[in-house]
């Protein structure tokens, strides 16, 4: 017996967490990334802001220095007016004027700079056009401001002052369009970035050895000098991190309603099914007394009453069979189950005439064939179970025991066997609500006797042959019929199946096969196939259709010789009176 791997209620669950999980998932997703979207904005249009400010206020710093320059290159040789510069800027530490013989003032205590050693490295410079450079003497660092000939020298932390504290933006100056050597350092990067002069004004986002930031840049009017801002990326989106722990403990607390919702819920659809399954289970123990006792009042009510007459039917095949013989196993038992539930090998009716051949793949099979007669209604179904042996033969046995329970779905609607669809409908339920991976192709056929019509409904069985009355017959005259294919039966409950008419005369005969006749091999693997079954069929119509069944699958067994057939093989042709 096939243990419960995985139960339905538990299928149930598994389906709605990946559906709640899914959902989720594309929420967190797509909010986290509007969210990260925005916030990235806000934080570009920050950085964008506070760089601007931050550089005019350097710019205003600069104007100041240059101005003060221009002041002492006019002073002259007015003592009072150029210590009251000095006074007015104590970063201010000299200045040197090289039209008025390198006329030079420095401030007062001034002690750690070499002044000599200064105008000779500015007076190498005299031609240069920047306004702003820094200078460096012995490790130290100065800014130069230039003002034609004129030249002043101020303290490193001279524009210290314009850069405000910040936990979050990191401020900085880049002189100069010379590309440093150093570009690993986001000042390096930033100074290699301006270099390009078409990026003097922007903000973006760098990734390199320094670390991914957000970055703004801005010139200082007048000059060659650039001012960035930076911000951390990461530590700008930390809101983003956030609304996702957030939605995660969101999809936990829902998943958890879910399981319960589901765990109290889900007994009331599968009660039915479990209750069916337990009877299969006491059926497989030999316990023909158990009975099911559905009232859901749909078809596997229906089915219910199915399995308990099936119960008392197999339970009466068995008593017989005990006292003819003492049976080896109950694989031979479930044979002989089986071989009854087949009508006999012809039938006739008032209408059609019909002769079959069956033959397993082993002691029991997967094919299957059932015909109903009813005072208004002819029904013919053939199935093909995936596979062969014992648990095929109980696929077919549902089948067969769903055509019984047709008997009494007639009585309670008298049309329900004039649509074949409505046929196939209850087999594709009848083996869906028995948990089971077999599936099964199927044919029905359907004859109206009021007003002679033909229907059939085709769930991706072989599809069997209309062959008119003719003298001299050819492969075209073979119509297969195989319009609206449906699903096989058995996987999925919601299956749809179509009606399809078809014109049948008086001598016309429908021809319905498995694939296992096909599908003999000979001793070099090659198959029977469908045209040597079809030049057979051309042969033998003349004969009478027990003729014809017999020769076909003599010669079929010819071709294969030795090699026993691999799948089940039924043959059915049906003679129209």
């Known amino acids: 017996m096939r243990k419960i791997v995985f139960p339905i209620h538990i299928k149930l669950i598994g389906l709605t967490l990946g559906l709640i999980g899914l959902s989720l998932a594309a929420y967190v997703f797509y909010a986290v990334e509007l969210f990260k979207n925005d916030k990235i904005a806000y934080v570009f249009e920050a950085v964008s802001s506070q760089n601007e400010q931050v550089a005019q206020s350097v710019e205003a710093k600069i104007e100041s220095a240059v101005t003060a320059t221009r002041l002492l290159e006019r002073a002259k040789s007015s003592t009072k ?63 130069i401001f230039w003002q034609g000939s004129a030249v002043s020298l101020w303290d490193k932390n001279f524009l210290k002052s314009n850069f405000p504290e910040s936990a979050l933006y990191n401020y900085g100056l880049v002189l100069g369009l010379v590309r440093p050597k150093d570009s690993n350092t986001l000042y390096g990067y930033i100074k290699n970035e301006v270099s390009k002069k078409e990026k003097m004004q922007q903000t973006f986002v760098s990734t390199s050895t320094f670390g991914k930031v957000i970055v703004a840049m801005d010139p200082v009017g007048g000059t060659d000098a650039v001012v960035y801002t930076s911000a951390d990326y990461q530590k700008a989106l930390e809101a983003s991190d956030d609304l996702r722990e957030k939605s995660l403990f969101f999809g936990l607390f829902t998943a958890g309603i879910a399981i319960f919702l589901v765990f109290l819920f889900s007994k009331l659809f599968t009660r039915p099914i479990e209750k069916l399954f337990k009877a299969s289970q006491r059926f497989a123990q030999n316990d023909f007394d158990h009975q099911v006792n559905l009232k859901t009042g749909d078809e596997l009510a229906v089915l219910g009453d199915s399995f308990n007459e099936m119960a008392s039917e197999i339970k009466r095949y068995m008593e017989e069979m005990k006292e003819k013989a003492r049976l ?135 599809p069997p042959y209309l062959v008119p009355k003719k003298d001299d017959l050819n492969k075209k005259d073979f119509i297969p019929l195989m319009e609206g294919l449906g699903s096989r039966l058995g996987e999925d409950l919601h299956s749809k199946y179509e009606d399809v008419s078809v014109e049948v005369s008086s001598g016309d005969r429908i ?39 017999h020769e076909c699958v003599r010669e079929a067994f010819e071709f294969a010789g030795s090699i026993e057939p691999k799948d089940d093989i039924t043959l059915l042709c049906v003679e129209v009176l």
């Open 328 to 462: 080896e196993n109950e694989l031979h038992t479930a044979q002989l189950v089986q071989n009854s539930f087949f009508p006999k090998d012809s039938l006739s009716s008032s209408n059609l005439s019909l002769s079959t051949f069956y033959r397993p793949a082993s002691e029991c099979g997967g094919d299957w064939w059932g015909y109903l007669e009813t005072d208004s209604d002819e029904l013919l179904v053939m199935i093909d179970v995936t596979g062969h042996g014992t648990a095929a033969a109980l696929v077919t046995a549902v089948a067969h025991n769903s055509l019984t329970a047709m008997k009494y779905l007639v009585q309670k609607d008298a049309t329900f066997l004039q649509s074949p669809s409505n046929v196939m409908q209850y087999l594709n339920e009848s083996l869906c609500s028995v948990e089971s991976s077999f599936f099964a192709t199927a044919f029905v056929l359907t004859r109206n006797k009021v007003n002679g019509q033909y229907h059939y409904c085709n769930a991706s069985h072989n």
């Open 511 to 549: 021809v319905l096969y498995t694939d296992g006749l096909l599908e003999l091999e000979d001793d070099k693997g090659r198959s029977y196939g469908n045209r040597r079954f079809i030049k057979k069929l051309i042969e033998q119509f003349p004969n009478d259709p027990a003729i014809l069944v």
């Open 81 to 143: 007016i150029t210590r009251q510069i000095f006074s007015d800027h104590p970063q201010l530490i000299g200045f040197i004027d090289f039209n008025d013989n390198a006329r030079s003032v420095f401030a007062q205590n001034v002690v750690d700079i070499n002044f000599s050693s200064l105008k000779e490295d500015l007076k190498r410079k005299l031609n240069t056009k920047k306004s702003i450079e820094l200078y460096i003497q012995s490790g130290k660092t100065y800014y």
